[in-house]
């Protein structure tokens, strides 16, 4: 299984950009990088996901690198209410089709 | 609904009872998750259901844990015995087809469980 690897936790300050690490070093081709968020007592929230391609939607942008080792979930303009957990996944290849969360980053947006 | 609907959001029950968790998912999902998270910890896997296929039960932490889901829709979480490790909030979450299509799942907002 691929497994990722994140900071514990990052500061932010309000209206700045956040970027958001993810190692993923062992990951395979057909392999898709998935990010989600959790903020305080709500359940997780889909953000983004990608393959090899850089995406971006309303939420957020994804930046994985050409040798797709490693990605950054850019966040343009952080509020408060971006305070959270921030999971990076990758997909469980085979056939379960599950995800595996880890222990994610706590991003904290300072005012 | 728009979202996948869990019930109860919360529930409290005594060391040894049963309890049902239900989750309706987003209509017309055929994929259909179950996790917990207890109290400060990650996620943590329990059960995976696909279309008509046998579910993925490789997560379910005890034989007093078990799930179905009845018509490819509604989902039912049962938990015999409980004990008060138990405590959890049990989160479900679906998806239009199967992740291996590059699809995402989407989650519920939980049925908290507190056994006493």
């Known amino acids: 299984d691929a497994k990722t690897t994140q900071p514990t936790s990052m500061d932010c300050a309000e209206g700045r950009a956040a970027n958001l690490p993810c190692n993923h070093s062992t990951i395979s081709g057909n392999e898709y990088v998935y990010w989600y968020r959790q903020i305080h007592s709500q359940g997780p929230q889909y953000i983004i996901h990608g393959l090899k391609n850089n995406e971006t939607n309303e939420m957020a942008s994804l930046i994985i690198t050409e040798d797709r080792k490693s990605s950054t979930l850019i966040l343009p303009h952080a509020t408060l209410r971006d305070t959270a957990v921030y999971y990076c996944i990758v997909r469980v290849d085979g056939a379960t089709n599950k995800l595996i969360f880890g222990t994610g980053t706590l991003l904290a947006v300072q005012p | 609904g728009a979202g996948v609907s869990q019930s109860p959001s919360n529930k409290v029950t005594e060391k040894g009872k049963d309890v049902e968790l239900r989750c309706d998912p987003i209509?017309?999902?055929?994929?259909l998750y179950w996790y917990r998270q207890s109290l400060g910890q990650g996620l943590e896997f329990l059960i995976y259901f696909q279309g008509n296929s046998a579910p993925d039960k490789s997560g379910l932490p005890s034989d007093r844990f078990s799930a179905e889901r009845t018509g490819g829709s509604v989902s039912t979480l049962t938990i015999q015995r409980t004990q008060q490790e138990d405590s959890a909030v049990y989160l479900c979450?679906?998806?239009?087809?199967?992740?291996?299509?590059?699809?995402?799942?989407?989650f519920g907002e939980g049925s908290w469980l507190t056994v006493v």
């Open positions: 209509s017309g999902h055929t994929a």
């Open positions: 979450a679906s998806s239009l087809r199967p992740l291996s299509s590059g699809n995402t799942i989407y």
